[in-house]
């Protein structure tokens, strides 16, 4: 039924051994065990299975040959250590239920053990992988032996109750100033086969997760969320489908999109909504995921959120009712089939339905090939989108390829190509900035990470951007020089010098023509401390100048202190100024036409702080506190407007725009007990607070002040689950 390991981790000095309390998944530096298996045997995915010298458990599913992790996968296992005269012990008990593997009478897996020696920075691999190298499960060793295993057909349902209560302002909305409700659903895990497993949830909450972090978005692209709730986290290796990497977002399947935030248009100004709806709810959702003993990976899910009404009140009390957002059907299919030894290609087709509109689809292939023992690769896709958001039909298309330098003992490096056409739109059920560009990039990059009488390591690199629209209009042309260095001390030093020369954008103006961006010169250097002391610095400063003498500055401060074995808290803080930044301001009619628009820019002045601080309390393996808070102000004014008469040609021109002074408050509180395993409660509550209080000018601690005496939301929650297992 399981998988038993006994492992003695000796020490010279038991009494340095590092053993910290933490919640589970969280990698806190600490001595600890790792032991990793590729029990489909494709030399792409392994489950890790690692325990510290405290007895907390990580869990993590990786795939892409290591290069990409899955920290959400939370099997149930068993694990007791024990410190000792000799060093540490740890006995781990695996079940076979949890794993995934090819269904055959005699097995290999790869399998591979890792400690962790924490006072010395020391890692030990039974497979020695060297720095140097480029892979991780294809260079595991291998377990045999494994003969008749049972498969796990097992059954695991999870059921829940929830029970909300928000604590609000009085309003026409909520007259009592308090929204109470409960809920409840289910998860449901079922392996018809070793190697397929259907995971799906019913009327799910995942009001336990941590709330987003505020911003200020003054630019034309879509903020980027990432995802946090665990049903769309877990086995997203085989759905996801990259398009630009993961910095621009996860490409044509991007999760967040289903059960979304909506909200109700007002009809006509005096009015008010009751109960309006703040996300799109999801009746259920279903994926279907596996990989075949032939290398095949199949990837299908399915959602439906429900139809969202809410009943608007006018100003003369005439109530009616209103559509927020209809019904609407995510589904998605996706294939990847491994090839050669470590190389792989795919296909993957999503289709959004909504009531009275034309479903919306994207269709893709994608390729990985790893050449020369894993020291090259050769990367790409090509993409298509047909949708009718915001607008008529659309039907568009996107590519890239890339061929990569990734081992090596010295140098490493990159070229890549890759274009958007005009009428590409893939946001029904996928993320993306903008659409109409083709460009190109290098990158060349030494490293150096033999140890000697200054250094641990150290690296450089040489990065080029260039990107064009159709229009054979130059949107970007960046030149970055990096470096980082790692001294003996375990300190760290990055550097990073950044040069963008003038181009033109056809999105600041809104539309109505092009904008001359201007030069920029930038600098950015962090500084790192020892990890393994009782108090860990991050000091970070950025700074630039353009050439219209637009100034940026961006010093943050992370600190993280270890007071206990079971107590951890960071504080963060940073503070961003951006000064005389020329910037659009607004579209306003042109009175020599009746039809036309000028544009209005301005210098703008904003400035923002964002303080950020979490906390973990750990009072047993299994009982956990977490606390997390942000204060964040934004702060910003225009001068010196001017009218837009072409690209690079203004005059000067009477207008106004009001200050804008944006506070906020948000923070969770989550009490988090596995009272049995697989089975947990949450105690949670929340608080948020929102405004635009004051004037540019306005003093810090002004603003700390204001922010407090904003309408606040608070929410408590209770939630209770049932792990079950056939």
């Excluded at 794993?99 to 039974?126: A, P, V």
Aim: some cysteine; hydrophobic content about 35%; proline content about 4%.
């Amino acid at each position: 039924e399981a998988l038993y390991f006994a492992c003695m981790m000796y020490d010279s000095d038991p009494s340095k051994i590092v053993a910290r309390l933490a919640r589970r998944d969280d990698e806190v530096e600490s001595d600890f065990i790792n032991i990793r298996f590729d029990s489909y045997h494709d030399h792409q995915t392994g489950f890790e299975f690692t325990v510290n010298a405290a007895g907390v458990k990580v869990d993590i599913l990786g795939y892409n040959d290591g290069d990409s992790e899955d920290s959400s996968w939370d099997p149930v296992w068993d694990v007791e250590t024990r410190i000792t005269e000799d060093g540490w012990i740890a006995e781990i008990k695996i079940p076979f239920s949890m794993l995934r593997f090819s269904e055959q009478t005699d097995m290999e897996w790869g399998i591979e053990f890792y400690r962790r020696i924490s006072r010395k920075q020391e890692d030990d691999l039974w497979v020695l992988i060297r720095k140097s190298d480029t892979g991780l499960m294809s260079r595991f060793g291998h377990l045999v032996g494994l003969k008749d295993i049972p498969a796990p057909t097992n059954l695991e349902m999870i059921p829940y109750a929830v029970n909300t209560n928000r604590l609000l302002p009085k309003s026409n909305a909520y007259p009592e100033g308090h929204d109470l409700g409960g809920n409840a659903g289910f998860d449901l895990k079922f392996r018809p086969a070793s190697w397929l497993t259907v995971d799906a949830t019913f009327n799910p909450d995942f009001g336990q997760v941590e709330a987003d972090p505020a911003v200020l978005n003054l630019s034309t692209f879509e903020t980027f969320y990432p995802e946090k709730r665990p049903f769309f986290i877990e086995g997203v290796q085989i759905l996801k489908f990259t398009t630009f990497g993961d910095e621009f977002g996860p490409g044509l399947f991007y999760s967040r999109r289903i059960g979304k935030s909506v909200r109700a248009q007002a009809p006509s100004p005096g009015g008010y909504f009751e109960d309006e709806p703040r996300f799109a709810t999801i009746l259920g959702a279903a994926k279907v995921s596996g990989k075949t003993s032939n290398g095949l990976s199949l990837g299908v899910l399915e959602a439906v959120t429900q139809e969202e009404r809410a009943t608007f009140v006018d100003s003369a009390g005439q109530r009616s009712d209103r559509l927020v957002e209809p019904l609407v059907n995510y589904s998605l299919v996706r294939l990847r089939q491994d090839f050669w030894e470590n190389s792989n290609a795919g296909m993957i087709i999503t289709s959004v339905n909504r009531e009275d509109r034309i479903p919306a689809m994207t269709a893709g292939v994608d390729w990985r090939l790893r050449l020369m023992e894993n020291e090259y690769q050769v990367s790409g896709f090509l993409a298509g989108s047909r949708t009718t958001l915001g607008g008529p039909m659309q039907e568009g298309t996107a590519g890239r390829l890339t061929v990569d330098k990734i081992g090596g003992k010295h140098w490493r490096g990159s070229l890549s190509t890759d274009f958007t056409s005009k009428k590409f739109n893939i946001n029904d059920m996928g993320f993306f900035r903008r659409p109409n560009d083709y460009g190109y990039t290098a990158e060349v990059l030494y490293r150096d990470d033999v140890p000697d009488e200054w250094k641990r390591q150290w690296n450089a690199s040489l990065f080029f951007h260039d990107r064009y629209t159709f229009d054979d209009i130059v949107l970007f042309r960046q030149v970055v020089a990096a470096g980082y260095l790692q001294l003996h001390n375990f300190w760290q030093l990055n550097l990073r010098l950044e040069h963008d020369f003038s181009a033109l954008e056809d999105r600041e103006t809104r539309g109505n023509g092009f904008f001359r961006k201007p030069t920029l010169w930038r600098t950015d250097i962090s500084v790192q401390s020892d990890s393994r002391q009782l108090v860990v610095a991050d000091f970070s400063l950025g700074a630039a100048q353009d050439s219209r003498s637009a100034t940026w500055i961006n010093p943050e401060l992370e600190l993280e202190f270890k007071p206990a074995s079971s107590v951890t808290m960071e504080v963060a803080l940073g503070y961003q100024h951006y000064e005389k930044v020329f910037a659009w301001v607004a579209n306003v009619p042109d009175p020599l036409f009746s039809t036309g628009m000028y544009s209005v820019f301005a210098e703008r002045t904003t400035t923002e702080w964002d303080l950020t601080s979490r906390g973990t309390f750990v009072f047993t393996r299994d009982l956990t506190l977490q606390l997390y808070l942000q204060l964040f102000f934004a702060q910003g004014k225009f001068e010196n407007y001017q009218r837009r008469l072409g690209e690079d040609s203004y005059e000067p021109l009477a207008y106004s725009q009001p200050d804008f002074n944006d506070l906020s408050f948000n923070s969770n509180i989550v009490l988090r007990w596995e009272y049995l395993p697989g089975s947990t409660a949450y105690f949670v509550w929340s608080q948020a607070r929102k405004g635009n209080y004051g004037q540019y000018a306005t003093p810090f601690f002004d603003n700390v002040s204001n922010t407090f005496s904003l309408p606040m939301e608070n929410v408590l929650l209770l939630k209770i689950s049932y792990w079950w297992s056939v």
